[in-house]
């Protein structure tokens, strides 16, 4: 059995004395347990579900809060991923590393922390196709982006003592796998403010994009805004879901994978912005689209 450990530390305030208000801790743990099971079962089965019980391939274990702040440990214990099993020391780190990656990844682009996916995940899935028999099955950035939205719900949860009763002022998100310990991500008052409000701003804004990935089920993708310096997620509106609309996406993903600098990769869109509380763009509805005109 594979194990992979995160850790949830509450500090500050109370925490320090290592105690929490009952109704805000539970609510915490509960989103805690659901990012990591729809995390584990995408990476282990390559399908997405919305129920943490629906996980297979794993289970998900806690250990009593430790002394000092308010600290839980959980071990992600994987028996085998799908119809792959476990068991050779190489190919369990691949899977270890993997499961550990998408946690990082969904955790911080749900914070609005930018996580490269071709340098991360990208480049690991790379190493598990070199397998003669694959470990996993490969995820797409796409399916990732789907998990984002089901877990958001769950990363705001996981802030409830810090904002609802205050009895910790900020937490810390750890992984330990073998004895590489990673520092996922820390959560306090203004990731709260970023994950909890998403405003639409009521005037559209014209601009130009690079697509960096696209569904062609869901309309969904992500673009590379130059001024934002990120690829930012965007959903095409259903008055932009015609021929020439979507052709002119995929042109742009396909152009933009040959040559990331070539001034045919970039697509001139309308949409509309919405944002945090603070004005951080946090993803756009594309409703017009502008054709290239190169061939």
Not at 150 to 168: D, F, G, L, N, Q
Request: with cysteine; glycine share 6%; aromatic share 8%.
């Amino acid at each position: 059995m594979i194990n992979v450990k995160f850790s949830l530390a509450f500090e500050g305030n109370e925490a320090d004395n290592n105690q929490l208000d009952f109704y805000d801790a539970a609510d915490a743990l509960t989103g805690f347990q659901r990012s990591l099971a729809l995390t584990t079962h995408l990476v282990l089965n390559g399908e997405i579900i919305t129920q943490a019980p629906s996980l297979k391939g794993a289970r998900i274990l806690i250990k009593s809060p430790e002394q000092g702040s308010w600290k839980v440990v959980t071990t992600v214990g994987m028996i085998m991923a799908g119809a792959h099993q476990l068991g050779t020391a190489p190919r369990d780190t691949v899977l270890g590393n993997l499961v550990t990656s998408a946690y990082d990844y969904v955790v911080n682009e749900t914070l609005g922390f930018h996580v490269d996916f071709d340098k991360t995940l990208g480049e690991q899935y790379e190493e598990v196709q070199r397998q003669r028999k694959p470990i996993a099955p490969t995820i797409t950035q796409s399916q990732m982006d789907a998990l984002i939205e089901k877990c958001e719900s769950s990363v705001k949860e996981m802030h409830r003592p810090i904002y609802a009763s205050k009895t910790a002022e900020n937490a810390v998100i750890k992984s330990t796998y073998k004895r590489a310990v990673t520092n996922i991500a820390e959560i306090d008052l203004d990731t709260f403010d970023y994950v909890n409000l998403t405003m639409q701003v009521e005037r559209p804004i014209e601009n130009t994009g690079r697509v960096s990935s696209y569904n062609i089920n869901t309309f969904k993708g992500r673009i590379f805004v130059s001024n934002e310096h990120r690829p930012i997620p965007f959903d095409l509106a259903e008055g932009c879901r015609d021929f020439q609309s979507v052709q002119a996406v995929t042109q742009s993903l396909q152009r933009n994978a040959r040559d990331r600098f070539g001034a045919d990769g970039e697509v001139r869109f309308v949409a509309f912005r919405f944002e945090s509380s603070t004005g951080r763009l946090k993803r756009l509805l594309i409703t017009r689209v502008v054709p290239s005109a190169n061939p």
